[in-house]
């Protein structure tokens, strides 16, 4: 019999112990929005990760510079696809802001009422589709549903339910409906319902809770280096909000909280969106009351604002005016300005540069998931491979304004 | 074995691979039911055979004609001493067929209050409105309140009513109860749609329809992928799933007359179950017995675990020779996983065998129906088993070998086609045998509450509260639909437990596993010895008090069961209260048009 203490060359009879060299992506179903992170793990844990984007690039900022003005609408629905009226909201600012322009009173409400419908919508699918990641699928369903209801307003205010293209510079597309307010109305209690049913099934959920308590941690000083903004700058104790800090349209004149974490981990993330619902469904109310039932929601100026479908047909003025908007474009005066405001995600700024032509010259934009898929690296290394999913779900990375 | 034994084996494993094969469908539809039913839209329901009209009035009037013979035959047969319950069964029957049909009816005609009734089809005859004039509830509480009033009254008849040793009276209670199902048949035969009706079984023959799409898919095998074990995995997969079943009494023990007087089993003898049986259940001298479960081994659940325990094979092997990385994660949590629950398993269920004494499931569950259930027996080990279970089963909470957001679908990433559907059926298959295997060592198996083998007593320690003998077959066929009843219970109860719990985190679920279940299951069993000893040394009057909770457990149970399935029907039939926002101009223009019809294939 051989002595057990035989001397074995170093690693004969080891295994070998490289990491082990994985993609996760782009066509993994947690990373929606494709991306793809390519990850070192030691077991399940990650050692290294390398997030790259780029898969949902369409060329939107040159896209832009191909048509008028009025034509980069529908393209910035398609960033957030979550909630395109944010966008559209925070492109006609913009260009507004070139024109020194201001919307009536009864379009700031409006645009207030619908933006906040469209953030409830996108921190309720960021929500749902977090819980869901997570297997709780339920919770996910309730949320859908919250959201379908909800879209039922947009399909009866704008005629679509995603891509609604429905603001325009100087105002919006149609005045709201006679059925507005009474919809809103019904809808957004009903809605909140549902966002408190899907929360008792998940926060008094002890799996649930340790999925995403102290996981995807982020420092305050970190994240302010990282440029993030939003929610989850707000979950790590920031309380940077856009409409708190820098009010636009009439955001000074309602009442609401701004809520902030502490930790800054995944549970904050989640928190923090769960209140802004709320308080959205607060703003909302406030909107209601202080909007005009009658009323114009644009500008009377014929160089930016089409005239009525009766007077293109009836009157030569009308067809000049609609025939300069729709074929020159608006003329927006040379030079350059930034607007930013508070999308669902965070800021969503618009660089834009005209020539004093109908065409933009340049839009840059400023998207809030850019900054925040930056940081998602250091919240994962070191984590374990579980722990990508709902860090990943909770920053709610949308490919379609990160990949701009 | 005899060709007899042998063709009954058959029969026996028909049923069980029957059971399994249409549960595993089942429940696929229902998990993918599920979300369309909470979400009120459309679920999988495109698979739809059409039959003509003629064949299934056919169907419907000649299986009522058929049930009403099996029914309304026996019951002319002479039973001396049992007039009085095969009366009252003959009389339960009628008003039961009776008052059924009758919330049928009123449940498919009636309108609700504000007139608008998406799923109802409106009546077609005088009696039909006039039956649509009381709600389905009242037909509910009516034939509840009937029925125990028959129970009643039949048993407080004059003893000479009943003529001992004729069986005229049981003869014409079985004609009436044929009566009233020929009479139901007829109905809904007369009641069928127009030509050709199509057959969907509540979408029921959608999971049927994905699995003959998916023999006839293209099997991709990944490049660099072990062909032999590629295609092996699925079989192991599955096969542990369909044998495990093997061992579990699935009902009593029926007893037959040894016609031919050989002592050997022969077709003879099957034509002739005996028509009474003893309090114990156990046949008499000169019958011949046949146990309810394919195979009555003594190991009993030493086999179930042995058999369960390699199922982690087929996903191991899966995960390894599909040459794909996420695969290989998948199959590593798969074997780490079940191995360490199986510890936890196996010991949660040793408390439970020292108290019955035995690894027999025929007598575990014998030893149930005597005395308590499992679960009031041994209620910590039933959390700790329930728990492990899942865990072994693979489902959410548990389901980290395949976690679809994390590894996309683990170890049978790869698989496509029938493969792909083998380890998809294996998997509700050993989902639908866990709850079979609850039931069997925590719920009673087949036994319901105070039903002994020879009719229903309910009885307090030792007093006799009430007494209702049945025959032999009566009782065994309630033994068996008993069974699978609560099999379909316990399966809903896990689907409920998938469709509301997120899943745990790899290491929390290894946590959970070696540092909560193993310790509690080791104290479990720690405990149990202590009491079993306590009891054995404590003689009599704490036995005594043992039979009277036992008992007391049992009513428990009944009250609970019969609360349970009242408040379950009442609220199936809680008149439907939609509340729509019908502040869009679409839903308004619906509403002028009369309402919102549900689709065919809506949820």
């Not at chain 1, 295994?15 to 990373?31: R, W």
């Not at chain 1, 398609?78 to 919307?103: C, D, H, I, Q």
């Not at chain 2, 339960?92 to 608008?116: C, F, N, P, Q, Y």
């Amino acid at each position: 019999m051989e002595p057990l203490d035989v001397e074995l060359e170093d690693g004969e009879l080891e295994l070998p112990n490289d990491p082990m060299q994985v993609l996760m992506g782009p066509a993994h179903p947690a990373m929606h929005g494709t991306i793809r992170i390519a990850l070192e793990l030691s077991g399940e844990t990650i050692r290294k990760a390398d997030v790259q984007i780029g898969y949902l690039h369409r060329g939107f900022e040159k896209m832009c510079e191909r048509g008028t003005w009025t034509q980069c609408f529908p393209y910035v629905d398609r960033l957030n696809y979550a909630s395109p009226l944010l966008n559209n909201v925070g492109f006609a600012l913009a260009v507004e802001k070139m024109l020194s322009v201001t919307v009536p009173e009864r379009c700031q409400h409006y645009r207030v009422a619908l933006g906040e419908l469209a953030r409830i919508c996108d921190h309720l699918v960021c929500l749902g589709a977090m819980a869901m990641e997570l297997g709780a699928f339920t919770p996910f369903l309730y949320y859908v549903k919250a959201r379908e209801l909800i879209w039922d307003v947009f399909e009866e205010e704008t005629g679509a339910r995603v891509t609604h293209s429905f603001g325009r510079v100087g105002g919006m597309a149609l005045p709201p409906t006679p059925f507005f307010k009474e919809m809103v109305r019904s809808a957004v209690p009903a809605v909140l319902a549902l966002v408190d049913d899907g929360e008792k099934l998940l926060l008094k959920n002890r799996i649930f809770l340790d999925r995403i308590e102290n996981v995807g941690v982020m420092g305050k000083d970190m994240a302010l280096a990282l440029g993030w903004t939003g929610v989850v700058l707000r979950a790590t104790g920031v309380p940077y909000d856009v409409r708190k800090s820098h009010p636009y349209m009439t955001y000074d004149r309602y009442e609401f909280e701004v809520p902030v974490g502490t930790r800054g981990d995944c549970y904050d993330r989640f928190m923090c969106r769960a209140e802004e619902m709320r308080q959205s469904a607060r703003i909302i109310e406030q909107a209601l009351d202080m909007m005009a039932d009658d009323g114009p929601v644009s500008i009377e100026d014929p160089r930016i604002v089409l005239p009525a479908k009766d007077e293109v047909y009836s009157t030569i003025e009308g067809t000049i005016q609609h025939f300069k908007i729709v074929m020159e474009g608006i003329q927006v005066p040379a030079g350059e300005c930034y607007s930013y405001t508070e999308a669902g995600n965070g800021e969503l700024g618009f660089y834009i540069v005209s020539d004093g032509s109908g065409t933009p010259y340049r839009v840059r934009i400023r998207p809030p998931c850019f900054a925040s898929t930056q940081g998602l690296e250091r919240m994962i290394v070191g984590a374990m491979l579980p722990d990508v999913v709902p860090t990943f779900g909770s920053i709610n990375m949308i490919g379609g304004e990160c990949d701009h | 074995m005899s060709g007899t034994e042998l063709f009954v084996a058959v029969i026996k494993i028909a049923i069980v691979l029957g059971f399994l094969l249409n549960m595993a469908a089942i429940t696929t539809w229902a998990d993918r039911r599920q979300s369309a039913m909470i979400q009120d839209r459309v679920g999988p329901n495109r698979a739809v055979i059409y039959l003509p009209a003629w064949l299934v009035r056919a169907v419907v009037l000649g299986g009522g004609v058929l049930v009403a013979a099996a029914i309304a035959v026996p019951f002319w047969a002479k039973h001396p001493g049992l007039e009085s319950a095969r009366i009252t069964t003959g009389i339960e029957i009628a008003i039961l067929v009776v008052w059924t049909t009758l919330l049928l009816i009123s449940a498919r005609v009636r309108k609700d209050s504000d007139g608008v009734a998406p799923y109802r089809d409106g009546a077609d005859s005088a009696f039909e409105e006039r039956v649509a004039q009381l709600a389905p509830r009242t037909y509910f509480y009516a034939g509840l309140i009937a029925q125990l009033a028959a129970l009643f009254f039949a048993q407080l008849a004059p003893a000479g009513f009943i003529v001992r040793g004729s069986s005229f009276g049981p003869g014409v209670a079985g004609s009436l109860a044929a009566l009233a199902i020929l009479l139901a048949a007829g109905y809904s035969a007369g009641r069928v749609g127009e030509d050709p009706v199509p057959l969907r079984l509540a979408g029921m023959l959608h999971a049927l329809a994905d699995a003959v799409k998916l023999i006839w898919k293209e099997d991709l095998r990944p490049r660099g992928a072990d062909r032999l074990l590629f295609a092996l995995a699925p079989m192991l997969a599955m096969f542990p799933a369909l044998v495990t079943m093997a061992v579990v009494p699935f009902g009593s023990t029926l007893c037959f007359i040894d016609f031919d007087r050989d002592k050997v089993l022969s077709f003879a003898d099957l034509a002739h179950l005996a028509p009474v049986v003893g309090p114990s259940g156990a046949c008499s001298a000169g019958q011949l017995a046949v146990s309810l479960s394919i195979a009555n081994l003594d190991v009993g659940l030493l086999y179930v675990f042995a058999i369960a325990g390699t199922g982690v094979i087929g996903a191991a092997i899966a995960g390894w020779a599909s040459n794909n990385k996420w695969a290989l994660l998948g199959g590593l949590r798969a074997t780490s996983q079940m191995v360490s629950y199986e510890v936890a398993l196996g010991l949660s269920i040793v408390g439970m065998f020292m108290v019955a004494g035995t690894v027999n499931l025929q007598k575990l569950v014998d030893w149930q129906g005597q005395n308590a259930w499992g679960i009031f027996v041994q209620p910590l080990a039933f959390v700790l088993f329930l728990v492990a279970l899942v865990a072994e089963t693979k489902r959410v909470p548990f389901d980290q070998p395949e976690g679809e957001s994390e590894i996309i679908a683990g170890y049978f990433l790869e698989y496509s086609g029938m493969k792909f559907g083998m380890f998809y059926t294996g998997e509700y298959i050993e989902f639908v045998f866990s709850s079979v295997l609850l039931v069997t060592l925590f719920f009673g198996g087949y036994h319901l509450p105070f039903l002994d083998p020879d009719g229903l007593r309910i009885t307090l320690g030792s007093d006799l509260i009430y007494e209702l003998k049945l025959t032999h077959l009566a009782v065994s066929a309630i033994h068996i639909a008993t069974f699978f009843g609560k099999t379909i219970l316990m399966v809903w109860l896990q689907l409920f437990i998938r469709w509301t719990l997120p899943r745990f985190r790899y290491d929390q679920l290894m946590r959970l596993g070696w540092t909560r279940l193993l310790p509690l299951a080791l104290l479990n069993i720690v405990l149990t010895g202590a009491a079993v000893l306590a009891l054995e040394s404590a003689g009599e009057p704490l036995g005594n008090a043992v039979a009277i909770a036992a008992d007391i457990s049992q009513s428990l149970v009944a009250l609970a069961a019969l609360g349970g399935s009242v408040l379950f029907v009442t609220g199936l039939l809680e008149p439907s209260r939609t509340k729509r926002i019908t502040a869009s101009s679409a839903a308004q223009m619906a509403l002028a048009e009369g309402g919102i019809r549900a689709g065919k294939m809506q949820a």
